[in-house]
């Protein structure tokens, strides 16, 4: 297993073409590309050349805001990132799909016979989706049921302001919306780190009333008094913070007596109604539920991915992994850190040296307590080993 990147800032195709693929020889197995579109040049020649000349049997492209690679992130400049695989006994399987081919599939299924792939076979996905033409949450919803605990990792698109100017490449497959990626089964093994950059604040509450994405009551009281008094127990800063976004963390598993990093999947706070007590988040809710209120800033993004990598170094008893991809939200960087290759230089800090490349997204993809979900201010990692 091998995993080889290069990342560029050249301004005409040659010279692109010539430093991501500097020192290359041999053929490879997977090439996933990423290309900022602030560029003079054409993406389609670009991919083009680069499969050809790179001798890569299967080459996916995606346009972004921001490219990572190995040592460094580059935002808002004309740029190009390229990971080049070798993958001994993997069997790769690229895809593409369009918003109608999804609203057909309606059974499991269909989506194995979509992929040719079974749940026993243990896949991985990597996926990048257009954000606006693709219904991204109805199409991990049917890849949780039918692939249950399988991870998926990538991000959308994050190259354009509007419906078709994004570019998603999958061989000789060019789409302006849709989703594409790849499915890996055979020797290698996908760990995940997905690092949502928030703190707990308060204690732990069960959802004791709710419909659809509304919680109208906390352990029996209105969800806005509950959230009112967690905050004036808090500090001055918390009560900024909670000014600018406030967040539910969503226990994957009520069951557990304690909670820590990554037992919640985070979602905003939409709006709550003080004279109903109601408060509107980012996803469906069920009464049962376990919820602990989370605010995020610079510090506690940067907090929270030191240590879910420390952790998960720890667990994997130092295994450095073969390679990595890095899916960063494009409110991270400099927007949020306000210093550049901040995410990449605490995950080479931690894991590296590794291989690694990724881009800046509109939305990432990873999972959180075993099942894959869409989330914003995340930076999402997939690490590969051998099985």
Same mark, same amino acid.
Request: glycine content about 10%.
């Given at each position: 297993?091998?995993?080889?990147?290069?990342?560029?800032?050249?301004?005409?195709?040659?010279?692109?073409?010539?430093? =991501?693929?500097?020192?290359?020889?041999?053929?490879?197995?997977?090439?996933?590309?990423?290309?900022?579109?602030?560029?003079?040049?054409?993406?389609?020649?670009?991919?083009?050349?680069?499969?050809?000349?790179?001798?890569?049997?299967?080459?996916?492209?995606?346009?972004?805001?921001?490219?990572?690679?190995?040592?460094?992130?580059?935002?808002?400049? @004309?740029?190009?990132?390229?990971?080049?695989?070798?993958?001994?006994?993997?069997?790769?399987?690229?895809?593409?799909?369009?918003?109608?081919?999804?609203?057909?599939?309606?059974?499991?299924?269909?989506?194995?016979?979509?992929?040719?792939?079974?749940?026993?076979?243990?896949?991985?996905?990597?996926?990048?989706?257009? @954000?606006?033409?693709?219904?991204?949450?109805?199409?991990?919803?049917?890849?949780?049921?039918?692939?249950?605990?399988?991870?998926?990792?990538?991000?959308?698109?994050?190259?354009?302001?509007?419906?078709?100017?994004?570019?998603?490449?999958?061989?000789? #497959?060019?789409?302006?919306?849709?989703?594409?990626?790849?499915? =890996?089964?055979?020797?290698?093994?996908?760990?995940?780190?997905?690092?949502?950059?928030? %703190?707990?604040?308060?204690?732990?509450?069960?959802?004791?009333?709710?419909?659809?994405?509304?919680?109208?009551?906390?352990?029996?009281? @209105?969800?806005?008094?509950?959230?009112? #008094?967690? =905050?004036?127990?808090?500090?001055?800063?918390?009560?900024?913070?909670?000014?600018?976004?406030?967040?539910?963390?969503?226990?994957?598993? #009520?069951?557990?007596?304690?909670?820590?990093?990554?037992?919640?999947?985070?979602?905003?706070?939409?709006?709550?109604? @003080? &004279?109903?007590?109601?408060?509107?988040?980012?996803?469906?809710? %069920?009464?049962?539920?376990?919820?602990?209120?989370?605010?995020?800033?610079?510090?506690?993004?940067?907090?929270?991915?030191?240590?879910?990598?420390? &952790?998960?170094?720890?667990?994997?008893?130092?295994?450095?992994?073969?390679?990595?991809?890095?899916?960063?939200?494009?409110?991270?960087?400099?927007?949020?850190?306000? #210093?550049?290759?901040?995410?990449?230089?605490?995950?080479?800090?931690?894991?590296?040296?590794?291989?690694?490349?990724?881009?800046?997204?509109?939305?990432?993809?990873?999972?959180?307590?075993?099942?894959?979900?869409?989330?914003?201010?995340?930076?999402?990692?997939?690490?590969?080993?051998?099985?």
């Amino acid at each position: 297993m091998e995993f080889i990147n290069r990342i560029t800032e050249a301004d005409n195709s040659s010279q692109i073409i010539s430093e =991501l693929l500097m020192q290359v020889e041999g053929d490879f197995d997977l090439g996933i590309l990423y290309i900022c579109p602030w560029t003079p040049y054409d993406p389609l020649e670009l991919f083009g050349a680069i499969k050809a000349r790179g001798r890569i049997h299967h080459l996916i492209c995606c346009t972004c805001a921001g490219i990572i690679g190995t040592d460094r992130e580059i935002e808002g400049r @004309p740029s190009a990132s390229l990971l080049l695989m070798r993958l001994p006994q993997v069997k790769i399987v690229p895809f593409a799909m369009s918003q109608p081919v999804l609203e057909s599939i309606k059974e499991k299924d269909d989506w194995f016979n979509f992929f040719e792939v079974y749940p026993n076979e243990k896949p991985s996905f990597i996926v990048f989706a257009d @954000p606006f033409a693709f219904d991204i949450n109805s199409f991990l919803a049917g890849m949780n049921q039918a692939y249950p605990g399988m991870p998926m990792v990538g991000g959308l698109a994050s190259g354009a302001s509007g419906p078709g100017e994004n570019i998603l490449m999958m061989d000789v #497959e060019v789409m302006r919306e849709g989703i594409v990626g790849v499915c =890996l089964k055979g020797n290698l093994r996908v760990e995940t780190v997905v690092s949502q950059g928030c %703190r707990p604040i308060g204690e732990t509450f069960i959802v004791t009333k709710a419909q659809r994405n509304i919680i109208y009551e906390l352990a029996g009281r @209105p969800f806005y008094k509950v959230l009112e #008094e967690v =905050l004036n127990k808090g500090s001055d800063y918390d009560r900024h913070l909670a000014r600018e976004a406030i967040f539910v963390g969503i226990a994957m598993n #009520e069951y557990k007596d304690t909670f820590q990093r990554g037992d919640f999947l985070i979602r905003a706070v939409l709006g709550v109604e @003080p &004279q109903s007590g109601a408060g509107a988040v980012g996803d469906h809710m %069920r009464v049962g539920q376990t919820v602990q209120f989370h605010l995020r800033d610079a510090k506690t993004a940067n907090d929270d991915l030191h240590e879910l990598l420390k &952790q998960f170094k720890a667990k994997k008893q130092a295994t450095a992994p073969q390679g990595a991809f890095v899916f960063s939200c494009n409110g991270r960087g400099i927007n949020l850190f306000k #210093e550049r290759d901040h995410d990449i230089r605490i995950i080479q800090h931690h894991l590296g040296p590794v291989p690694a490349a990724g881009f800046f997204c509109a939305g990432e993809i990873g999972p959180v307590g075993g099942t894959n979900f869409l989330h914003g201010f995340t930076n999402s990692m997939a690490l590969f080993y051998p099985q």
